[in-house]
């Protein structure tokens, strides 16, 4: 067993060192006060059980909280407050410098927390060194002399989580839909240099790629592209090549039929569309931003956004060449096709696509063979967000999230009338820790929404932090999106103010653990008929404070779904910490994201999806749902079913698979997770080989692959899943 100590690094359970702390403290009072030298063994050894029990590597924090608890079972209360008033004394001396500590870790790369943080970035890189000392720097800076005490003391406890704090320091933003048309089409400037409007399909996806890395680098969250926008491309290249296909014909006095030429100009499209394809799937992948991983970005593709038929025919072979390749994969540093984590796809499904005999019927089929093995794209539903997101117009529209989960809000442009939503962007996240309010509450419903009122005002408040924070940036700290068309088109010194208000870009109320907040509450799960309208009242509190927050700002705050990839294994120690261990609420390392049903609740895929579609649209400001299945690769008709239930049920949702691949053996199923002196563990089931390095494990997170390892109690939540198929 191991224990994480605080300044992340990890190392082997010592039971001495709690006996010598007890002794200690034993020793401070009166004789006749004492315990007995067995009285301390059995202390260490109680701790030391309920350590193990865990099932995960124990903080510091979480064995000193449950020594304080077994000395006074002990009934020694003197010893216990000498214990912690070293505690206390201790944690006065740590307040002063615990920076430095925490980035000597980072660069001896025994930070185990860091090393864990983001399931895609490596920790042993420079270039993920450097921003997590920078973002050590960022924290310091923001908890010391940014933030209000009261909000900085809210999220240390876990009463709140104030997202991507490693960044704040900077006026930097969360995450955006690029306006990828406006850049290729007028032209944009990176690092100083012009790029005119490309005269071909591949080298429109070469700019694309550049675009793509500029951006990741100027904001921390996801963007996202639509494969539309490289579509008029297409028809450029299209012409060009027939250019030289005539000319290379009237050189050699060949005079071929039409049908000939035609065939040869298709043919030689389709090998430049591979190409173009291509770069952007290998320049992702092999792209290191400066905050040390492959750009967050997915790929949106929608046939309905093409202007008219032929750019759609010419989308549809970049759609089908797309799914092609993804299906193929990358290979690994061994030669073997693995499944990477970028870029992500989101496929729509629409009437020209969703049922046999439509004419790109093919292209859903080939969809679902690239989900059952790669597990992208993932699906949004035209039917549905044409029925759900509603602009002031009265009109529905289908557009991509940003990133993974987050959703921008329906914007009509008051200069044209018309929709807008490439080029718009999310300010930043604050995420309400639901069971805390539960439990905080003692179970009192009274109490329970005078606490949730007050802790939403703390959550307004930190949001407007986020928001002035971002309010007087000038355009010139990131000239790509803010002068250059990525996100905008101001001048120089011009400040992005004017974007941050009207609607035009989104902040967000996030929440998390509405299952282990109802659960406690009313003794059963959300899906219990009977305590689904007690979740569905908290949605509607949630967003009618957004909606308050909306009308005395101008701002446009919306409820976001948090997908909580570290965090929900800091809030579940937070919740245990403050609490202890409750059985069904806090008794595991994770808490449950956002509205979702419980991992390791028995519920069917079509049962799961109609239900969650309720929690969707009441998370307008982004949202996931996702149905774990086994493998599906010889069962696409099962895979096609359920897409058919999302394009009818729900706005967005995703398969999740396995697809490992183990470099000792060449054993390509499923890599387990196992036990080892009480860590979870990724482990070959054929050849047992344990080698982190050696592997290549792909596991959906929280809307998006992760293929770096994750923390213990993300760790925990996979293990636990349930099919539901």
Known sequence: MTVIKRNGTEVPFDITKITEAVRKANETVEEKNRMTPTQILRIAERVQLSCMKMGRAPSVEEIQDLVEYQIMANGAYEVAKNYVTYRYTRSLARESNTTDE??????????????????????????????????????????????????????????????????YAQHMHNCDLVNLEDMLQNGTV????????????????????????QVASNQYGGQSISLTHLAPFVEVSRQKIRKEVEAELAEIGANPSEDKISHIVETRLRSEIRRGVQTIQYQVVTLLTTNGQAPFITVFMYLGEARNER?????????????????????????????????KLIYVLEEDNVDEGTPYWYLTKLAAKCTARRM??????????????????????????????????????????QPKYYGRFNQGVVTLNLPDIALSSGGDVEKFWKIFDERLELCHRALMCRHNRLKGTVSDVAPILWQYGALARLKKGETIDKLLYGGYSTISLGYAGLYECVKYMTGRSHTDPE????????????????????????????????????????????????????????????????????????????????????????SPGGAISYVEVPDMQDNLDAVLAVMRFIYDHIIYAELNTKSDYCQVCGWDGEIEIAEDNGKLIWKCPKCGNTDQSKMNVARRTCGYIGTQYWNQGRTQEIRDRVLHL
Request: net charge negative; aromatic share 10%; proline share 4%.
């Open 531 to 618: 305590a689904t309208p007690f979740a569905l009242d908290i949605m509607e509190r949630m967003n009618a404070a957004c909606r308050g927050w909306k009308a005395q700002h101008n701002i446009d705050f919306s409820l976001y779904g948090t997908p909580i990839e570290s965090t929900t294994y800091r809030f579940a120690k937070c919740l245990q910490r403050r609490f202890g261990v409750i059985k069904g609420i806090t008794d595991k390392g994770y808490i449950t994201n956002s509205y979702h049903v419980h991992v390791t609740e028995q519920i069917d895929a079509f049962t799961k999806l109609a239900f969650e579609a309720q929690f969707q649209h009441l």
């Open 102 to 167: 925490k980035i000597l870790s980072l660069i001896e790369c025994c930070n185990e927390e860091a090393k864990q943080e983001n399931s895609n970035k490596n920790p042993v890189v420079n270039s993920t060194q450097r921003d997590y000392m920078a973002g050590e720097v960022s924290r310091d800076l923001t908890e010391r002399v940014l933030l209000p005490a009261d909000i900085v003391k809210a999220h240390r406890e876990g009463i709140i989580h104030f997202h991507d704090m490693d960044y």
């Open 190 to 213: 990176i690092t100083g240099t012009l790029i005119e409007r490309p005269h071909s399909f591949s080298t429109a996806c070469n700019i694309a790629t550049q675009i793509i890395a």
């Open 311 to 343: 750019e759609k025919a010419d989308l549809a072979l970049i759609i089908e060449e797309t799914l092609e390749q993804r299906y193929q994969g990358v290979k690994n540093e061994s030669g073997a096709w693995v499944t990477p984590a970028f870029p």
């Open 376 to 417: 992208v794209p993932d699906y949004i539903s035209e039917k549905k967000m044409l029925e759900l997101k509603i602009d002031k117009n009265g009109e529905g529209h289908c557009y991509t999230c940003m990133g993974c989960r987050s959703f921008l809000t329906p914007y009509v442009d008051p200069a044209t009338n």
